[in-house]
């Protein structure tokens, strides 16, 4: 992550971190070293350096605060993911064991849940109107995995439905990482509102992103096994797109709906929609939400932090990681 | 539950039960379904009670505030529920199927996630204090089920790794509810501390009641299997006691320490407990804990409040389910 953006939030993203180490720390030993395990493995940080730049941006200067909410944002992130690989019975993350399957179910599901109350403290300390677009964002993510679950595979699933489904699990907590850090800097609601909106399209795209490269990615750059999404029959923008083609729509089809699949069954998916324009219609599709939503940040004035968002929404469009 | 710390709190409860009611919609039927299920299901209310009645104890009037804080105390207590079944393998919970069963893990584990963030919702929104104290007492709920994991099917468990046990399990969310509710109304620091040390005592004697009532409860008026902890090798205080019985002792440890059981060995274990002086010593255990921290409640004025919780606390050391 060498890029603009990055450098600019560094040295905010490691105050973030010494934040996160200090909470995580609890009276049971084996809790702390799950928790540390969790958020020590890596990570982009796309929520506090979210959060922190958007502040930067609308002028904040002391920024106490919105390190405890970046961290808070970052906790709850990763309790999800916790709670996501069981439900997902995903077997890596980030290129190590999923926390459950190194600590046991039952431990990774009350370790997730302390890390939810952390993160809740957190912000309850920094902001009573932050928690109010936490919880709104907690909401959305619980009901975005209900509707993922209700389009498992289930060809009958449309863009509109995809949409949905993302805006819970990713947009919505991104979203609220923005609103958090230009309220804190004390901005116009009308400020808050645009820088919103912003980051909840920075998150729309970032997850489409995320999608193709569980099947068109590297498993060495994303650490993560390619196709995961595909075998557990998950609703994803390359399948919606693929299940279109005229040619391999019908195989990909019979493969999106069997109820248990085989690896094998998996590659040839990925190997059929790789010869569809679905991957190129997802970059083409988050590449064009970016462009869009840039224009969203006219309402800040220049600074080096308004360029590094545009930097942090174009990386995110253009990853493969 | 007709005694009279009942009647004088159920026009609170039922408020309480309103905010539930109306807090819990969303816009997925289903997760509202879960919800409204979860919590529609009875239950003792012991935690709004107590919020509401230590409130009222200590001269609070204008009760908006604690009805959120109550409502916001049951709906975190039945997220951890939904939860712990999981965790536990627990079929039944209140005479019906519990949540994972009929919803799948992985909607329940969504489900108490949206649950809990729902509680921080309430609580954040009536006092920033609380939220500390709530997150103080979900933490060591945390710390208490890794505690508890620690000791499955292992003898060498003692009296006092149980007390820190449920301390985590039970005790601190309701010593949270008596403190909240005399936060709320503008008590001093020393009879908050007061209360609340009540009420955790008042929590451990809970506990300790409910796990006789798994070896000597009966299942129509528990609405439970019985038998539950020793199929899953809790350490509870029942079998603690029992270990030490000269006679029957050897066997049970036998039963305890095995890593899987038929419910026949179960069967047996529950007679052989039965013969020793287990059960009596848990019950005087938890009558004593409670004649003992009734005097705590001297910081207290008289009112009837007052009586009420009195009772609240008896009818806990002596009830049947």
Known sequence: MGTSWYSLVSKDLKTVEDVVANVIRS???ELTEICSYVLGSGGKRVRPAMCLLVFRACGGIDAER????????EIIHNATLVHDDINDEGDLRRGAKAAYKRYSIGKSIVAGDYMFALGFKLVGSASHEIVGYLVEASAAMGAGEFNQKDYEHDARVTEAHYMKIIEGKTARLIECAAKSGAFLAGADSDVIEATGEFAYNTGIAFQIVDDALDVAGDEASTGKNIGNDIMEGKPTLPIIYALQ?????KRIREIFEAPVLEWSDVREAIALIKETDAISRCLDKAKGIIKDS???LDVLGDSEYKRALV????YIADRDR
């Open 27 to 29: 009276e049971n030993p």
């Open 66 to 73: 919105a390190f405890d909410v970046g961290a808070a944002l």
């Open 245 to 249: 083609d005229s040619l391999r729509g």
């Open 294 to 296: 840039i224009r969203l």
């Open 311 to 314: 930097d942090l929404a174009e």
